[in-house]
T-cell receptor
């Protein structure tokens, strides 16, 4: 049973518009969330994270929102650029007392059209 | 730093053959992880080491899979005998604190 779910396997967006990638989780012990970005033929790279004590974290064009009551987080990319085309993995981790190893979703493939 | 280094980048083998994947973590990182990525299951953690000691291998699919970390700068993941369902991309990652750094992966195809 997947504890971290990315229900949209793919997303297509026009350059300059907003990209919204969604992630749901089931384990209420998760309290730290991460997004990784993966280009073809490369390994995933860390993009942005958020602790459960916050509901928003922003880094340039990337913002992650966390809704703990709904067990939902989302990654917003504004404005989207063709170079953002990649697979985005949502991951969640339980601390303290749990494993610091993140559990990953299956990923969402984002395509940004020029 | 060169980042996490994995070899080979691609491996094609026949069913029943032994496959060995190699990983060199980032110097100074004390944790090392092996992941497998498939379309159906996404990124699955197979095993992780802390200070060269295997901590959790519950993700290793079966006895055909084994992993070693003889020193802080080298780890191997071995599949013996390999099967077509083992075809996937295998990633190694290392970390010092919270953020994991992934290697480029080994794309394995078992015919």
């Amino acid at each position: 049973d997947q504890q971290v779910k990315q229900n949209s396997p793919s997303l297509s967006v026009q350059e300059g518009r907003i990209s919204i990638l969604n992630c749901d989780y089931t384990n209420s012990m998760f309290d730290y969330f991460l997004w990784y970005k993966k280009y073809p033929a490369e390994g995933p790279t860390f993009l942005i994270s958020i602790s459960s004590i916050k509901d928003k974290n922003e880094d340039g064009r990337f913002t992650v929102f966390l809704n703990k009551s709904a067990k939902h987080l989302s990654l917003h990319i504004v404005p989207s650029q063709p170079g953002d085309s990649a697979v985005y993995f949502c991951a969640a981790r339980a601390l303290p007392g749990g494993s610091y190893i993140p559990t990953f979703g299956r990923g969402t493939s984002l395509i940004v059209h020029p | 730093d060169a980042g996490v280094i994995q070899s080979p980048r691609h491996e094609v083998t026949e069913m029943g053959q032994e496959v060995t994947l190699r990983c060199k973590p980032i110097s100074g990182h004390n944790s090392l992880f092996w992941y497998r990525q498939t379309m159906m299951r996404g990124l699955e953690l197979l095993i992780y080491f802390n200070n060269n000691v295997p901590i959790d291998d519950s993700g290793m699919p079966e006895d055909r899979f084994s992993a070693k970390m003889p020193n802080a700068s080298f780890s191997t993941l071995k599949i013996q005998p390999s099967e077509p369902r083992d075809s996937a991309v295998y990633f190694c990652a290392s970390s010092q604190e919270e953020t994991q750094y992934f290697g480029p992966g080994t794309r394995l195809l078992v015919l």
